[in-house]
Structure formats: C-alpha cells, structure tokens
C-alpha cells in the first residue's frame, strides 16, 4: 500500500482543531524490542512459563502485532495515499461503499470492536470523486489505533470532508464490542450503532432517506 504523509499531517491538524483526535502523547516510536520486553514481563507477572517454546516468542510476536497490525493507524506516516480525480462528468448522486469491515480495539480494555462501516458522499460538481478502495483504507487507517466508537465515527466523517472537499458525507457503523461480550457484563447479542451526516444528508430529508434505507436494507439481508 502507498502512503501520504503529507496528507495524513493535513488529516491530523485537522482532527486536532476539531477537537476530535485520539489521544496522544507525541512518543509514537516503533520499538519492538522494548514492547516485546514489557509484554513478556506481563506474561511472567500472570504466571506464564516464558521458557516453555510455545510462549517463548510469543511477546515479539504480540509487539510485532501491536506495530504492524492493530495499532499501525497510530502512525500518520502510514496514512493511505488517496487518490482523487477531478469530477469531469459533475456526478452530484449519491456514491456508497457499503459493508467496510472495521477491525478496532477498545481503548478501556483493548478488546476487539468488530463490525462494519458503510460511508457515502455526493461530489461537488466542480469537486473530486475519490479511488473507491480509499474509502476502506480510510476507515481502516483510523480503526487501527485504541479507540472507541463515537470517535472512530467521526473521524473517518471529517477526514472524509477535507479529502473530497465537500461537506456531503455519511457514515454509518454497527460493531460488536468484545468488551461487552466476553467481561463485564457478557452480552453476546447487542451491538452499537453510530452514525454522522454532513451537508446533505444532514439537511435533506430525501436524502438522509436514501443513505439510510440503502443500510437498512443491507442490515435485513
């Protein structure tokens, strides 16, 4: 995958003028050494054999993880390259990406959210439409990082509006909470379901009709 720096500097200024950007201390540092070192301590601490070969390499595996997998959004060097074209054709209807499986972790127990995402947005006429598969490298990018749900919405809605320069965009998500599936209080069957309209969605009640009959309609199948 290619990466803009450039943009995803643009992005987080914009997220933290917002007010809306995930907590952060400035220290981002790959270090798989150090969180290997740390998590075998942990390991150790619950009673773990650290000599025994099937959890011997296990903390470089989880640090490992931790880098390249599930909290690589933290990272805005690695912020998706998002192609845009100029729209030519002055396409102004409604382009929906639908079913965008998100894969996050819960920032107040770091267990799984699990769910999907379904995002649209009506081009400016004299705007961009953007490569299709950005949108999922979109969420994906801000699902990889400890989060919560109600941010991870809005994140993904206002990165979108400055990407395409437009305010007309929608975001839709329901998610499994693993935190409230396996602790606490072990309900197997809710969801949480958060969504945010912009610009026409929010204002035009035919259209804020269409967005959501087209996930409804999905969330039935």
Not at 2 to 19: N, P, S, T
Not at 56 to 85: H, Q
Not at 187 to 208: H, I, P, Q, Y
Request: charged fraction near 25%; glycine fraction near 6%; charge should be negative.
């Amino acid at each position: 995958m290619k990466y803009d720096a450039k943009l995803g500097k643009e992005v987080q200024d914009h997220l933290v003028e917002l007010g809306v950007e995930t907590p952060m201390n400035g220290g981002y540092e790959h270090n798989v050494e150090y969180v290997g070192n740390k998590f075998r301590d942990i390991m150790e601490k619950i009673g773990c054999d650290m000599d025994d070969d099937s959890m011997r390499d296990s903390p470089n595996r989880v640090a490992s993880m931790f880098f390249d997998e599930l909290f690589s959004g933290m990272d805005y060097n690695k912020f998706p390259r998002c192609t845009t074209f100029e729209n030519k054709m002055a396409f102004d209807s409604m382009v929906v990406q639908k079913n965008i499986i998100v894969k996050s972790v819960c920032e107040h127990h770091f267990q799984t959210i699990y769910g999907k995402c379904h995002v649209s947005y009506i081009p400016a006429a004299n705007g961009f439409v953007i490569g299709l598969s950005k949108l999922n490298r979109v969420v994906n990018f801000f699902a990889r990082r400890p989060q919560v749900q109600e941010r991870l919405t809005e994140q993904v809605f206002r990165a979108l509006q400055l990407i395409l320069g437009t305010d007309n965009v929608a975001v839709y998500m329901e998610c499994d909470h693993f935190c409230v599936k396996a602790r606490g209080v072990e309900d197997v069957n809710s969801s949480m379901v958060t969504s945010r309209l912009g610009g026409a969605f929010f204002d035009d009640e035919k259209t804020r009709s269409e967005f959501m009959q087209i996930v409804w309609g999905m969330n039935r199948c």
